[in-house]
């Protein structure tokens, strides 16, 4: 019974702030319920069958800040809060996280603790953001200066990367503030696009540095195909950057520069029936591809916060409206207990790993799809929250 009045509870409270909301926010406060109802501790967000420290849950974690900031609804706040206090010792140690794994999705979660520490401080929030920015200082890098997307995918940079590890950087350098490490956090972005670039505009998931690795170009390096999450991954970490970067940085219309061209690539591919986007966006058509959610989902927010910053044209703003209302009517169902689901979300993808991920597109294709997948839920979110604004 308390469950079911819990539940109630989260249904009628959207229903009742959406007369005075934007439809964007609306759905964005109804996305976020749904999501409670489902897993009422953050965590199990990804079906984990314990707590880990993980870039899905550290990212709906952000999400649920952000509508908070946007609502004053505490109840957003107060989830992300008892997850925070369950992985944030009071020495301000991060439960089941290892630095020495130098795993650029571990640190994604540095984002949430620098806002949640502006709302709420704690000493041990301090400590555990530090920890972060440590291994940033000591992960291994290409030669010319690009992160390892792990210790155990050597001279590997992945686009998935930029989002998990260098937004938590270019956070903390803008609240530390930590003024150098501006043209290091460009690096990043440049040295990556500058071996995945494909002819077409868009990129491709992974780089070897190394050529050794089976899912590479002997050549150069790259991964097969563009895969839609990846790219997804890029131009919201290209946003986030942006965001935060100074404005007479040297190196920022080159990051523009990139955002523009790939956001452009994107619609070029895009279907446009629905506005949403294939699971390889760039093989629209060809047998086994489906429009996939969690990448519309975050093609979404950054054409939406583009538009707001002024890095892309207003009219991207319009664009990324038609994509939310894609979503909507294609991909957004209602479940017999009255909360939302988003479907069709591509639960995970890599390269390399055992068993071994080739990036072709038949890999990419093949992978599990599944409902209310964090990758997909938190975007969603973000992008609704962006276009309410």
Request: charged share 25%.
């Amino acid at each position: 019974m308390k469950n079911l009045l819990r539940l109630c509870l989260l249904l009628l409270v959207p229903a009742f702030y959406g007369c005075a909301q934007s439809d964007e926010l609306a759905l964005a406060e109804n996305v976020a319920r749904s999501e409670m109802a489902h897993n009422p501790e953050m965590w199990t967000c990804d079906g984990a069958p314990k707590p880990k420290w993980e870039y899905t849950p550290t990212l709906m974690a952000r999400a649920f800040l952000e509508l908070y900031q946007a609502t004053g609804d505490t109840a957003y706040l107060n989830h992300v809060k008892r997850f925070a206090d369950l992985f944030i010792g009071e020495d301000g140690s991060i439960l089941t996280y290892k630095k020495s794994l130098y795993n650029m999705d571990r640190v994604q979660g540095g984002n949430f603790l620098i806002m949640l520490n502006a709302i709420d401080p704690k000493p041990q929030y301090t400590i555990a953001i530090e920890m972060l920015r440590d291994q940033l200082r000591e992960q291994p890098r290409t030669k010319e200066g690009g992160f390892w997307h792990k210790l155990i995918y050597e001279h590997q940079m992945w686009l998935d990367g930029l989002f998990t590890g260098t937004t938590f950087y270019a956070r903390y350098a803008a609240w530390k503030p930590e003024p150098d490490a501006w043209s290091d956090i460009a690096n990043q972005f440049l040295i990556v696009d500058k071996h995945t670039f494909k002819p077409n505009g868009l990129n491709c998931h992974g780089w070897d540095e190394s050529c050794q690795m089976a899912w590479s170009d002997p050549e150069t390096g790259c991964s097969p195909e563009t895969w839609g999450r990846a790219e997804g991954w890029y131009v919201m970490a290209l946003c986030d950057v942006l965001e935060l970067m100074p404005a007479d940085h040297p190196q920022r219309d080159d990051l523009q520069r990139i955002l523009s061209r790939v956001i452009d690539a994107l619609l070029m591919v895009q279907d446009k029936d629905t506005h949403l986007w294939y699971q390889v966006p760039d093989r629209a058509g060809k047998e086994g591809n489906y429009l996939e959610s969690t990448c519309s989902a975050m093609y979404c927010f950054a054409m939406a916060k583009g538009a707001r910053l002024g890095v892309l044209p207003a009219h991207y703003k319009d664009e990324a409206r038609k994509v939310l209302e894609g979503l909507k009517t294609h991909k957004i169902i209602t479940n017999a207990d009255g909360t939302l689901s988003l479907i069709d979300c591509c639960a995970v993808a890599g390269l390399g790993g055992n068993p071994y991920r080739d990036g072709t597109y038949e890999y990419y294709i093949h992978e599990r799809i599944r409902p209310d997948d964090p990758k997909g839920i938190a975007p969603l979110i973000l992008a609704a929250l962006e276009l309410s604004k």
